[in-house]
């Protein structure tokens, strides 16, 4: 079965420099694997997605994520961070038709 | 389009009342999924359907929580003699077709307070 490991569960950034949030993952076999960004009270909206098509995938909102299988990492990053990008982001794995999430990254943003 | 949508988005139960949560999935999506988000965590599988068919329900807690589908539409997860670690976001989604390779689109949840 596949897990993911969220490294921190809060990031603080100043507008305009990069973010990075860490996510680690376990599986036997080639994963899929997602990230999702949450704003208060609103539903999770799906960022980008790896399935195995290509190393570098780029999402929505100017983030990417590098699938690096030697080092079982999927971080996600953005050069510069905005006010609006200020949210909780999830790690995802698939596991068989489910989705199993880790615990959560709140970043916050500094003017 | 219209996304996924939940009803109620709040919802106060006294703990041993019965609950009722509503899921409009995206029209046309074959499967649907729910989800409970506790406090600071991620959310946790509870069950899944494709079109009626409950293909996994090995994340429900208890014999208190009851999923269905019956139109292979609209879905009702229902929590009954409610407890207060039942308290929750539940969160549902749809894919447009079978399989996780598809996009999971998300609802914005229902957040039940069992007091």
């Known amino acids: 079965a596949q897990s993911v490991t969220q490294l921190d569960s809060h990031v603080s950034v100043s507008e305009g420099t990069p973010v990075l949030l860490r996510c680690n993952y376990s599986?036997?076999?080639?994963?899929?694997l997602f990230w999702y960004v949450q704003h208060p009270n609103k539903g999770l909206q799906l960022l980008l997605k790896?399935?195995?098509?290509?190393?570098l995938v780029k999402g929505i909102n100017g983030f990417e994520a590098e699938f690096k299988k030697s080092e079982t990492s999927f971080h996600l990053t953005k050069p510069s961070a905005h006010m609006s990008d200020a949210a909780e982001y999830f790690c995802?794995?698939?596991?068989?038709?489910?989705?199993?999430f880790g615990t959560g990254t709140r970043l916050q943003v500094f003017p | 389009g219209a996304g996924v949508s939940q009803s109620p988005r709040y919802k106060v139960a006294k703990r041993g009342q019965d609950v009722a949560l509503r899921c409009d999935p995206i029209?046309?999506?074959?499967?649907l999924f729910w989800y409970q988000q506790a406090l600071g965590q991620g959310p946790e599988f509870l069950t899944y359907?494709?079109?009626?068919?409950?293909?996994?329900k090995s994340g429900l807690p208890s014999d208190r929580f009851f999923a269905e589908r019956p139109e292979g539409s609209v879905s009702t997860l229902k929590i009954q003699r409610t407890q207060q670690e039942d308290s929750a976001v539940y969160l549902c989604?749809?894919?447009?077709?079978?399989?996780?390779?598809?996009?999971?689109?998300f609802g914005p949840g229902t957040r039940l307070t069992v007091t």
């Open positions: 989604a749809s894919t447009r077709a079978g399989g996780s390779s598809y996009e999971q689109y």
């Open positions: 599986s036997s076999y080639s994963p899929s």
């Open positions: 790896y399935t195995s098509a290509a190393t």
């Open positions: 995802s794995g698939r596991n068989t038709d489910k989705l199993i």
């Open positions: 029209s046309g999506h074959v499967s």
């Open positions: 359907f494709q079109n009626e068919a409950q293909l996994d």
